[in-house]
């Protein structure tokens, strides 16, 4: 079945950009009938919607994120990708990249911790 | 944004007991209405779509209603692996957002 696992640096600094990838396996990542978001929870709080990409490239931003926000998609390798430039301790939380399909996220990853910290 | 809110925050409750949880929305979003449980240390995992689907796997003891702004999450009789955080998601519209949660707490 379809798995995702985040993998980044689990510390970074303030002012620097946060980067992450997601590794789609048991499936291919290039279909039209899902796309990608990645979300977010900062400890023992609620879940962020960040945004999402289709596989055409196509993406939407949380507009609170918008001007710091890039996600991609590299379909040779399976992959999804964030990059969140100038982050500040309010960027601290679990990151987790997910599948959409009829509108709900029914396939998570495991979640990755990134501290924002000097 | 579409503001979602969930009561209530907290509930303290029985194994074999039937749990209702609320989520109201701050417009209509028609039946685009999602509901995740969410265990400590976990990754939320998916119960309800479209209001009132249940996802493939999720036991029957978990139903979902309700359209335009008011949603409704049952449990009709309460398992001790069902004491976890429930969070429901608007996909009407984006940013997609969801509500702060309800956390599900043994009596």
């Known amino acids: 079945q379809v798995q995702l696992q985040e993998s980044g640096p689990g510390l970074v600094k303030p002012s620097q950009t946060l980067s992450l990838t997601c590794t789609v396996s048991g499936g291919s990542i290039s279909s039209d009938s899902y796309y990608w978001s990645w979300i977010r929870q900062p400890a023992g709080k609620g879940l962020e919607w960040i945004g999402r990409i289709y596989t055409s490239g196509s993406t939407n931003y949380n507009p609170s994120l918008k001007s710091r926000v890039t996600i991609s998609v590299d379909t040779a390798k399976n992959q999804l990708s964030l990059n969140l430039s100038s982050v500040t301790a309010a960027d601290t939380a679990v990151y987790y990249c997910?599948?959409?399909?009829?509108?709900?996220?029914?396939?998570w990853g495991q979640g990755t911790v990134v501290t924002v910290s000097s | 944004d579409i503001q979602m809110t969930q009561s209530p925050s907290s509930l303290s409750a029985s194994v074999g007991d039937r749990v209702t949880i609320t989520c109201r929305a701050s417009?209509?979003?028609?039946?685009?209405l999602n509901w995740y449980q969410q265990q400590p240390g976990k990754a939320p995992k998916l119960l309800i779509y479209?209001?009132?689907s249940l996802q493939s796997g999720v036991p029957s003891r978990f139903s979902g209603s309700g359209s335009g702004t008011d949603f409704t999450l049952t449990i009709s009789s309460l398992q001790p692996e069902d004491f976890a955080t429930y969070y429901c998601q608007q996909s009407y519209t984006t940013p997609r957002t969801f509500g702060q949660g309800t956390k599900l707490e043994i009596k």
């Open positions: 479209g209001a009132s």
């Open positions: 997910a599948r959409a399909v009829s509108r709900a996220f029914d396939i």
């Open positions: 417009q209509s979003i028609s039946s685009y």
